[in-house]
């Protein structure tokens, strides 16, 4: 028997000492999200640490059998292991499951959600939808795939013909210890010292990167591959799926990106920002600096410069922009929690 209790809003983060789980504790505590509790997990390695959840001194807890007892929200932002081992036993006793690693949405076992594209592209029926007995389980998307589909879902507005998307990813999709190796690499090369590989099994620190080294897993590649089934997956022939490519770059956090579409006939620079400025996306004004990663440190949405007109081709646009990486996708996060709340109440 579940042990979950409906008025409940307990809520657990598995992986609270990873990047999106310390990210995912601000979120909560900044919207002011309705948790009676919020209980911070992690690996035996991280329990006992002190740290503080609603402005009083909390510790993270080792994961247990009955680390999920009477929670509602049971939020899955560390490794791979953690979701695989533990999702099955977060439901049983009745938490409605949000999944920020990929596992589920990968393995067909959750429901991806992006609550700021619902009106245009709202989420397809998962696992334990229409009538099955089980509980659903939701899936909130990376960054890339959230900054894709929001691309896709703007610029549909107007139908293009082709959408291409090139992603530079910051060192913190590697959580904590890509941002540690960038540190190391960039001292010991400014101090003419050998440098670590470990994650990224080449030099990332002053340095653009089509290829990790051979070591390095996920590969580049491999998670190139991974955005571009998920964006695939969840547009599903609504929007048109943009080309995507990914390229490293050396800098330690907000996911920055540059995009191109083209269209029948040129279109209106005015219609292509109202349709994104509807999707809750910001787009600086003529006057204002573009969107930076350093600019859009702390802030929850994707930032775009002003469209521009290709200078070539009459019919062709580009798009800069940049998103806070770890605030965009746990800010995905607790906004599915907030409309599965919602939903409750009516």
């Known amino acids: 028997?579940?042990?979950?209790?409906?008025?409940?809003?307990?809520?657990?983060?598995?992986?609270?000492?990873?990047?999106?789980?310390?990210?995912?504790?601000?979120v909560l505590e900044e919207r002011n999200f309705p948790a009676d509790e919020?209980?911070?997990?992690?690996?035996?390695?991280?329990?006992?640490?002190l740290t503080e959840a609603g402005g009083e001194p909390t510790f993270i807890r080792e994961l247990e059998a009955d680390s999920f007892d009477k929670v509602r929200f049971a939020f899955f932002a560390g490794s791979t292991l953690d979701i695989e081992r533990n999702w099955q036993a977060a439901q049983a006793a009745g938490a409605t499951v949000i999944d920020l690693t990929g596992v589920l949405a990968a393995n067909g076992k959750a429901t991806s959600w992006i609550p700021s594209l619902t009106s245009l592209i709202p989420p397809k029926p998962g696992p334990g939808a229409n009538g099955s007995p089980h509980k659903i389980a939701y899936a909130s998307p990376a960054s890339p795939v959230v900054i894709s589909c929001t691309l896709a879902a703007g610029l549909a507005a107007l139908s293009p013909r082709t959408i291409a998307a090139m992603?530079?990813?910051?060192?913190?999709?590697?959580?904590?210890?890509?941002?540690?190796?960038?540190?190391t690499q960039t001292t010991n090369l400014?101090?003419?010292?050998?440098?670590?590989?470990?994650?990224?099994?080449?030099?990332?620190?002053?340095?653009?990167?089509?290829?990790?080294?051979?070591?390095?897993?996920?590969?580049?590649?491999?998670?190139?591959a991974a955005i571009a089934r998920d964006v695939a997956q969840y547009l599903a022939g609504r929007a048109p799926a943009?080309?995507?490519?990914?390229?490293?770059?050396?800098?330690?956090?907000g996911y920055a990106f540059s995009a191109y579409a083209e269209f029948a006939a040129p279109p209106s620079l005015e219609q292509l920002a109202a349709a994104f400025q509807n999707l809750g996306v910001k787009i600086a004004g003529p006057e204002d600096p573009a969107p930076t990663n350093i600019s859009v440190a702390g802030e929850s949405e994707i930032q775009l410069a002003p469209i521009q007109a290709d200078l070539n081709v009459a019919a062709g646009v580009w798009l800069w922009g940049v998103a806070d990486n770890l605030r965009l996708a746990t800010t995905n996060a607790v906004r599915i929690a907030e409309e599965l709340l919602a939903k409750a109440a009516v």
């Open 167 to 183: 992603l530079f990813p910051p060192v913190s999709e590697r959580d904590q210890a890509g941002i540690d190796e960038l540190e």
């Open 38 to 49: 919020i209980i911070l997990l992690d690996v035996s390695v991280m329990a006992g640490t």
């Open 190 to 224: 400014l101090s003419f010292r050998p440098i670590e590989q470990t994650i990224f099994d080449t030099q990332v620190a002053f340095n653009l990167l089509s290829k990790y080294g051979d070591e390095s897993k996920p590969s580049l590649e491999s998670t190139r």
């Open 242 to 253: 943009p080309a995507i490519q990914l390229i490293q770059t050396p800098v330690f956090y």
């Open 1 to 26: 028997m579940p042990s979950g209790l409906p008025n409940s809003n307990r809520v657990a983060i598995v992986g609270a000492s990873s990047l999106r789980g310390k990210e995912l504790k601000l």
